[in-house]
């Protein structure tokens, strides 16, 4: 050792003056120039308490609608804030004792931890960046990058310095519990005691505060989960003693810690396992806007419309159906749950398992498909907007050839003669429904969808009359969006996935507003719902399968060689869109959406309408009105009876007369349910039919 110091000493004599000068000069510019860099690189980010803490946070963390976080992306860091005097003493005392005894005396550096470290560094030759201060810690893993170098240790002494000067003792301390990893996507103590302990950290007690400090030196090796228990518990132990040591705490109070048997609550949903395809969707759409690179180094926090109860439920309720239909040749489900009044999906299901290899990844909520009869209301509303047709206009339900060689068939194979575009569209008859749309025109059809927001649909030299029975392929998350526009009167607004979006400062960068649009008329909408809501008029074909326990307008649809099944209906304040099939088009076994979708959709509206308000369809008086009409039925046409239905003002036929009460729409119910043809005096037909005890339907 002494031969070793001696040829230093020798080396040292023999190096030329200019040399030392040289190097002299070097570190002088070094240790005056670099404190002035930092200061302007950083002065921004020491200006709050928030700036500090959020400097470093990178990628993009989403919130549910209640501010629960459930999914990261580009390692987004999750934090809650909570103030000190909502972090025990316990957690505070343990954190100085074992990071940093000196804490409350030190200028937020200690020149001996410096000077030991560096000796163990030089002789380990391994910059191993020991004897930090807890400023020192809280600047490292909030302000700088994780580069292990001279000039890093030296801008951490600068700031952790400059944020001791700038902050109190009890501030520092707050930034540093708040920041910390503690491992198992911890950041900060709130979010470690509601990982670890499933509890505020407010509810901590020594032996909990004790343990989660511990974990802090290695938190993925000590953590009870992924890691070893048994060194989570030896470190707990050291930390207690150190507490004793520095007299926090008693050689009782240790004791009855280290007796304390912990209980972990492991996480029963972790990170990025919930609401996979709405993430999914809701990061697409934030690159779109801003793009990818600034999105990953956003530090994001984006609270979404989802709500994870409900998103929860969803998910068990699309699986467990799935499941159900197994035997049927059914693979795969989706769901889009909606609020009406202002498009905000509140739940989304793109598949019934995200993990499965052979078709999870795929989103079938945003995928098109063939909606079958669903898409019938986007065309008929079109035709009662424009006065083509009304609820009581006879269609022919009869076998017919459309242009050249289309000849539909209706879903049973009958045909039932005339028929009112009330009960053709309940009962999602085809052929009437064909001459709904080449009376309006497949054009006028295209244009009222991409009214409606359905992107897919776009050049009418692509369709046929064959559009009127769900030819053209939708996406369920936009046909969901179409049908909530009838719920909501006619107005539209945006399928909204995002309600805020602040940045790593905490300030608000977007908000959303519902800025709904009208697209249909009032009365347009109202008829609509007043036809899919008619219980009476659909059992016909449907029999009560898509009854609820409250007023609810619904459609069913089925493609052909049941490859798709859909089911969308809404309240005033609920839309829901269902879907079953599998993802390659295989046929299922007779699956139709009334036995697919339809159990699904009227769960979810069940759980989701319940405890909230009965809301009815009300006919806007300023546009609808309801007639009477006397009507003369039977072969001979001596007997008579009345209907009653709604009409936009001004389309009634001039043999009825308005009604003031406004009954509801129909046969009068004194009439024999035998199957006959009412006459109208004008030389109208009507048709009813017995009703079945049950059905299956389109």
């Not at 040591?245 to 009855?256: A, D, F, G, V």
Request: glycine letters at 8%; one cysteine or more; charged letters at 20%.
């Amino acid at each position: 050792m002494g031969l070793a110091w001696g040829n230093l000493i020798k080396d040292f004599f023999r190096i030329d003056l200019t040399d030392i000068l040289v190097c002299f000069i070097f570190t002088s510019l070094f240790l005056m120039v670099v404190p002035i860099l930092t200061f302007a690189s950083f002065s921004l980010d020491l200006i709050t308490k928030e700036a500090v803490m959020n400097k470093n946070d990178t990628g993009l963390t989403l919130l549910d609608r209640n501010g629960v976080p459930f999914f990261n992306f580009y390692e987004a860091k999750n934090k809650t804030f909570v103030p000190l005097s909502q972090i025990p003493k316990s957690a505070q005392e343990a954190a100085i004792a074992s990071e940093d005894k000196d804490f409350d005396s030190h200028p937020g550096f200690s020149v001996k931890s410096i000077l030991r470290s560096l000796y163990i560094d030089i002789n380990q030759r391994d910059l191993a960046y020991g004897g930090s201060t807890l400023t020192q810690q809280l600047v490292k893993n909030t302000l700088l990058n994780p580069q292990k170098n001279l000039m890093r240790k030296y801008q951490e002494v600068i700031l952790a310095h400059e944020i001791e000067q700038r902050y109190s003792k009890a501030e520092v301390l707050e930034m540093y519990l708040n920041s910390v990893y503690f491992g198992e996507g911890a950041f900060g103590i709130e979010e470690a005691s509601q990982t670890f302990f499933g509890k505020p950290a407010v509810q901590l007690d020594l032996a909990e505060s004790a343990f989660l400090i511990g974990l802090l030196p290695a938190p993925s090796k000590l953590s009870p989960f992924t890691g070893d228990p048994e060194e989570g518990k030896v470190r707990q132990v050291i930390v207690l003693q150190k507490m004793v040591e520095q007299k926090y705490i008693t050689l009782e109070q240790k004791s009855q810690a280290e007796a304390e048997k912990l209980t972990f609550q492991h996480p029963t949903k972790p990170f990025n396992s919930q609401g996979f395809h709405f993430a999914m969707l809701v990061r697409d759409q934030l690159v779109q806007k801003y793009g990818e690179e600034i999105v990953s180094r956003s530090g994001f926090k984006v609270r979404t419309t989802l709500d994870l109860s409900w998103q929860d439920f969803t998910e068990k309720t699309v699986k467990e159906q799935v499941r159900n239909l197994g035997p049927n040749g059914v693979t795969n489900g989706a769901a889009v749950v909606m609020d009406s009044k202002t498009g905000e999906v509140k739940a989304l299901v793109g598949s019934i398992d995200f993990r499965n290899s052979k078709f999870g990844q795929v989103d079938v909520a945003t995928s098109p498909r063939q909606p079958g009869s669903s898409f019938k209301p986007i065309y008929y509303s079109a035709a009662l907007e424009k006065g083509i047709i009304t609820p009581a206009t006879i269609l022919q339900d009869t076998p017919r050839t459309f242009g050249i060689n289309y000849r539909p068939k209706d879903y049973d194979g009958r045909f039932r003669g005339p028929v009112t575009a009330r009960r053709a569209l309940s009962n999602s008859l085809n052929i009437p429904s064909v001459e709904v749309m080449s009376k309006l025109g497949v054009p006028e059809a295209l244009d009222q969808a991409q009214k409606y927001g359905l992107t897919t649909l776009q050049d009418p030299n692509q369709y046929g009359l064959s559009l009127a029975l769900g030819a053209g392929e939708v996406k369920l998350l936009e046909m969901t969006g179409a049908y909530a526009i009838f719920a909501n009167q006619g107005q539209k607004n945006d399928n909204a996935t995002i309600l805020q979006i602040k940045d790593k400062q905490d300030q608000v960068v977007y908000s959303y507003q519902p800025q709904p649009q009208p697209v249909l008329s009032l009365g347009a909408a109202f008829l609509i719902s007043s036809i899919l809501s008619d219980n009476q008029a659909r059992r016909e074909i449907f029999g009560n399968t898509l009854d609820m326990s409250r007023p609810a307008a619904v459609k069913t649809g089925t493609t052909e060689n049941y490859r798709d099944a859909w089911t969308l209906g809404y309240t005033p304040s609920l839309t829901v869109g269902v879907w079953v099939g599998n993802n390659d088009g295989k046929p299922m076994d007779n699956i139709a959406g009334s036995l697919g979708a339809a159990p699904i959709w009227r769960i979810l509206m069940e759980k989701f309408l319940a405890g909230t308000p009965v809301e009815k369809f009300t006919p806007p008086s300023n546009e609808i009105i309801m007639y009477n009409c006397r009507v003369q039925y039977g072969k001979e046409a001596t007997q008579s009876a009345t209907l009653n239905e709604y009409f936009l003002k001004g389309s009634s036929p001039g043999y009825c007369s308005p009604v003031k009460s406004n009954p509801t729409p129909g046969i009068s119910p004194t009439i024999s349910p035998t199957p006959s043809v009412f006459l109208l005096t004008e030389g109208v037909f009507f048709a009813m039919m017995k009703v079945p005890k049950s059905g299956k339907g389109r």
